[in-house]
């Protein structure tokens, strides 16, 4: 049964960093790449960053770009998303996903639609107050 749970979300001021996690099991990590997706007040789910678990290459949403940086711990099976700068937009709910990786992706290719996700966590609130 795969199991996906996020943790470390919480109220941070402007400018502020932020850690969440995300504890994983019951995947072939090797065979996975591991989102997360947010969901601001009002709006759609949206990708923030994605690593492919088996070589660790990864991608970004423009907004977060070099904000943000997203890498996983193969010995606790858990994926990090460190949040600098924070502006009062990053506030979300922010969920862990977990994607299987399709034989035709291409090397560098990474998902970024929700429907190519097949597992999901229950989210972490983030709240960034001016």
């Known amino acids: 049964q795969v199991q996906l749970v996020e943790s470390g979300g919480g109220l941070v001021q402007v400018g502020g960093s932020l850690r969440v996690s995300c504890a994983a099991a019951?995947?072939?990590?090797?065979?996975?790449?591991m989102g997360w997706f947010r969901q601001p007040p009002g709006k759609e789910r949206e990708l923030v960053a994605t690593i492919s678990w088996s070589d660790g290459y990864t991608g970004y949403a423009d907004a977060v770009q070099g904000r943000f940086t997203i890498s996983r711990d193969a010995a606790t099976n858990t994926v990090f998303l460190q949040m600098n700068k924070l502006k009062p937009e990053d506030t979300a709910d922010y969920s862990c996903?977990?994607?299987?990786?399709?034989?035709?992706?291409?090397?560098?290719?990474?998902?970024?639609?929700?429907?190519?996700?097949?597992?999901w966590g229950q989210g972490t609130q983030v709240t960034v107050s001016s």
């Open positions: 019951g995947l072939t990590f090797n065979n996975y790449f």
């Open positions: 996903a977990a994607a299987e990786s399709r034989s035709y992706y291409s090397p560098r290719y990474v998902p970024r639609r929700r429907d190519q996700y097949d597992y």
